[in-house]
Structure formats: C-alpha cells, structure tokens
C-alpha cells in the first residue's frame, strides 16, 4: 500500500463556520437596514431565502449522508440571495434562487469548495431572467416613499435617460425622477457633489435589500478586511477600476465626453459594494494568488462598467463576477506561484559554459 504525502502545512485557527459566521455578522447591518427602510415585508423575503437554502441543503443531505449545516455556508448563501431581491417581490422567486443555489450550483457540482460560480449570484441571475419583471421591481425607503407604487433606481433611471437620447450628467438627468433627502442636499450643496450619491452612500434610495447603503455594506466589508476573511486586492481593485471607467469613458452616453463621467453616484448604487466585498471574494471561485485577484478584479470592473453604461441592462455586477468566475481557471493556470526551494534549471547553452 503507498502513502501520499503532501507538503508540510501549517494549519490555522480559522474553520469554515467560524469564516462563514464573520461573513453573516459582516452582512446584518445592511440587511437589518433593508427591513427598516421597506419594512417587515423585506424581513420575510430575507427569512424565506436563507429557510429555503438552509431546507435544501438538509435534504440534499439526507440523500448523500454528508451533513454540512454545522458550517453555516447555507445560511450564507440564502442571506446573500435574499439581500439581492427587492423587497416586494413574490415570496416563490427567492425560494426558486435559494434552492436553484444550492442544488444545481453548489451540490451538482461536489458541494461547499467545489462550485465553479459563487451560487448566491448564479440564483439571483437564474430568477432574474426567468422573472425580469418582478425583479426589477423596486420601492423607495418609506420615509420617502409616497404610494406603493414601483420606483425607479438611480442606475436604472440613468439608463432610461440615455436610451431616450438625453444630454447632461448624471444628477441633471436624475432631478425629478428621484426624490432626494433633505440631508442629501444640505451635504451635497456643502461638498459639491450630487445628491443622489448621498442618498445612495447613505441608503435612501430603491433597490434590493441589502444593497442600498454603501456605507453599511463599507463598514462590514472593512469587519471583513480586519478579521482577515478577505484581502484588500479584489474589493480596492474592483471598485476602483470601475470609478476609474465611470470617470473617463462613463461621460460618453451622455454626450460629455472623455473625463466627464459621473463617479459616485455609480459606485454608491446598485449591488457594486455588495458585489466587491460580499460575492466576488468567494475563496473557492477567485484566483489563489495576489497577482491573479488583481486580474480577477480588473476584469469585474470593466465588466461591469461595460454592461452598465454600454449594454441592454441598467445593472452588471452579477454577470460580470460570473464572468469572470468563468475565467478564474484559466487565470490561475497562467498566473502561478513559485514553488518554495524552487531552482531554475540552467539553459544548454549556460550548461555548456
């Protein structure tokens, strides 16, 4: 009988469930002020997601004998589902996106380590296009919200602006449209900035539940950065070369030209912060080494700055950390580590001499 060994390894302190529980504590203020800003109807979406991945997970357990809930990775997965749906939609969508998550995405392929594609994003991006419409759905903060009716987000009210042919930067294209906050305007007369960013920065404005305060989202990714459950690399790298497209390039649609884009308003809205700290740091689906997480990042935020302000869709950080979950292989096959005590042979030619 032959034994194989590996390298010697130094084990740390750190367990799956222990990384898994810093990730769902890091997640809870953004979720918790989704409930308070739509109320108890977003609480019950983000409850039904996580029972819904959490079920699935147990059952698929049943049937292969391996029990895996202990390592809270389930629980994750249906948070982070039910923080991309918005607030209103029909209890059956999340349900669909947890369970599509789990079984097809995370199982199908050998479980927790094993999927290709983070499966909180594949869900969402399942349900999104199978039902566009309720998942475009959207309400303001109830604060600021007048009726029930569905309102637009700062991302999508841009988009409809541009397709309709309209000139001017973002905040001109967004007044009337969007209400703003009264703090919103103070701070942004004082600092010369738009206040649809403030809104967004600070989480009065429409969208899933658990992306609309970049501040909170901020706060626990920098929990997360602390705790050492992520690196800088992605999160810093990912948003910065998409602010630095949305600056120089994002002007075009608009008729600005280049260095004329909007640069706040689209780094506090939709699910960018969300994305870069929560989905595409997913240890198992992003590259193993610094160089390749740098690549990795360079590639979400091109794409997503392109399917943002050049596609069809008002919104792209899933497809784009999807995108490049795709290409996470070849990154890594390309973009090796030196083996430690590694030699270089010489060449014939140094061999001779």
């Given at each position: ?129 199978s039902f566009t419409s309720q998942m475009s759905a ?172 050049f596609g069809s869709l008002p919104e792209g950080v ?36």
């Open positions: 009988m032959k034994t194989v060994r590996t390298s010697p390894h130094i084990h740390g302190p750190l367990r799956t469930d222990k990384a898994m529980l810093f990730v769902i504590v890091a997640l809870l203020p953004s979720a918790l002020w989704g409930v308070f800003a739509f109320g108890p109807r977003a609480l019950l979406v983000l409850a039904v997601s996580v029972a819904a991945s959490v079920l699935t997970e147990y059952l698929l357990g049943l049937v292969s004998k391996e029990f895996t809930l202990k390592d809270l990775s389930a629980a994750v997965t249906g948070l982070l589902v039910g923080m991309n749906m918005p607030p209103a939609v029909p209890l059956y969508i999340p349900i669909i996106a947890s369970a599509f998550a789990i079984a097809v995405v995370k199982w199908t392929f050998g479980g927790l380590g094993c999927n290709w594609m983070n499966p909180a994003l594949a869900g969402r991006v399942f349900v999104f296009f959207f309400l303001l903060p109830r604060w600021m919200r007048l009726d029930a009716v569905s309102s637009a987000t700062p991302l999508s009210a841009m988009k409809t602006a541009v397709t309709g042919g309209a000139q001017g930067l973002s905040q001109d294209l967004l007044a009337g449209t969007i209400p703003n906050t009264d703090l919103a305007l103070a701070v942004a007369d004082r600092l010369g900035i738009s206040p649809y960013a403030v809104d967004a920065f600070l989480g009065n404005v429409g969208g899933c539940i658990g992306e609309v305060s970049a501040l909170l989202l901020l706060a626990g990714g920098i929990f997360l950065l602390a705790t050492k459950i992520i690196t800088w690399r992605i999160p810093v790298v990912y948003i910065g070369s998409f602010a630095l497209l949305s600056w120089v390039f994002g002007g075009i649609p608009y008729g600005q030209g280049l260095f004329g884009g909007e640069v706040l308003v689209p780094v506090f809205s939709g699910g960018l912060m969300l994305g870069a700290f929560f989905m595409a740091t997913d240890w198992v689906t992003t590259p193993t080494t610094p160089k390749g997480e740098i690549i990795f990042a360079l590639g979400c935020g091109f794409f997503t700055f392109l399917i943002r302000y899933s497809l784009a950390i999807i995108l490049m979950n795709i290409v996470t292989p070849t990154i890594d096959r390309f973009v090796k580590v030196k083996p430690f005590g590694y030699v270089k042979k010489p060449r014939k030619k140094e061999a001779k001499a």
